[in-house]
């Protein structure tokens, strides 16, 4: 079996066959698995927000609600066009044609976005071997703010077109050097970690603290 990642073409393709190849605007499945996804995120609202690799944008709108600004992106053309009708009139949202690592937004090219304070990593990480799980993984740490939540989410069964399997790639982001994991979801399906840069106040890491529970 080839480890190699798929070419990019191999996405665009999918989506000419398919606008919606893993049908992630159909299935209860996801639906579920988002939900646990924004319950899971310690803040009720973020700054500025960054979702790598958002497909048709069904999670990419679940989270605008939360996020001052959400920028996310995909490769393909035919996902991007479909995030950004699915978006449409929803308060600071942008949805570009990215390719990442190499695309990962700087201060540079997105000044009112660099640092983000949320990145989602969903369903993104086992298409890249481990040198560009690294490399995906130094730039998210890189452009997140003081005190912001890293999240990881992905299936975990074998599947064929994942260069590397959930846990390999769970491993990788909760060895992050400066991040603290505050939720660890593990069920037979998905895995979902959730990470704060370690010099957060508690208040970030805890929400009970941010209310004066504790
Ligand atoms: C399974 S979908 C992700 C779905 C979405 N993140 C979610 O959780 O609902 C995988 C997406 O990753 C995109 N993708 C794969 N490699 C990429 C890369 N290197 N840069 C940007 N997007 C990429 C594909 O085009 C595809 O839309």
Redesign the pocket.
């Known amino acids: 079996m080839s480890r190699i ?2 070419p ?1 073409h191999r ?2 393709d ?2 000419a066959h398919s606008p919606d ?2 049908q ?1 605007a159909e299935r209860a499945y ?1 639906r579920r ?2 939900a646990l996804t924004l319950a899971a995120l310690p803040r009720e609202r973020y700054r500025s927000a960054f ?6 944008g ?2 990419t709108a679940a989270l605008a609600p939360r996020c001052d600004r959400l920028l996310a ?4 053309s035919v ?1 991007v066009e479909q995030a950004r009708a699915r978006t449409r009139g929803l308060p600071g949202v942008s949805v570009e044609r ?4 190499q ?1 990962w937004p700087t201060p540079a090219d997105a000044p009112d976005a660099v640092p983000f304070d949320l990145v ?1 990593l ?3 990480l086992y ?2 071997d481990p040198a560009g799980v690294a490399d995906v993984l130094h730039r998210a740490r890189a452009t997140l703010a003081p005190g912001g939540t890293l999240v990881a ?1 992905h ?1 975990r069964p074998p599947a064929e077109e994942h260069v590397l399997p959930a846990e390999r790639v769970h491993a990788a982001v909760c060895a992050l050097p400066g991040l603290v994991r505050v939720v660890e979801h593990r069920e037979p399906d998905f895995l979902l970690d959730v990470l704060v840069r370690a010099d957060a106040p508690a208040a970030e890491v805890s929400p009970a603290a941010r209310e004066g529970l504790r």
Not at 73 to 76: I, K, N, P, S
């Open positions: 990642p798929p990019q996405f665009e999918l989506y190849p893993w992630l996801d698995k988002y979702e790598p690799a958002c497909s048709v069904v999670l992106c995909d490769l393909a996902a990215r390719t990442l690592p695309q989602v969903s369903e993104f298409y890249f989410v299936w």
